[in-house]
């Protein structure tokens, strides 16, 4: 699995971990389980 995610994250020019968070916070998003204060969301290092 791991291999995978890293091959997807450096298709997307992502980090591995950067690809993780990533498909975290779009599982997060689907499921709408977002906090509604996004100032805590590590989103905004980007």
């Known amino acids: ?3 995978a995610i890293e091959k ?3 298709d997307e020019f ?3 971990n ?3 968070e990533w ?6 998003k689907k499921a ?11 989103e905004t290092k980007d």
């Not at 498909?23 to 997060?28: D, Q, V």
């Not at 709408?32 to 590590?42: G, T």
């Open 23 to 28: 498909m975290l916070n779009e599982s997060l």
């Open 18 to 20: 950067g690809q993780l």
């Open 32 to 42: 709408k389980r977002l906090p509604k204060n996004k100032s805590s969301n590590s």
């Open 8 to 10: 997807w994250a450096a």
């Open 14 to 16: 992502r980090s591995t």
């Open 1 to 3: 699995m791991l291999k």
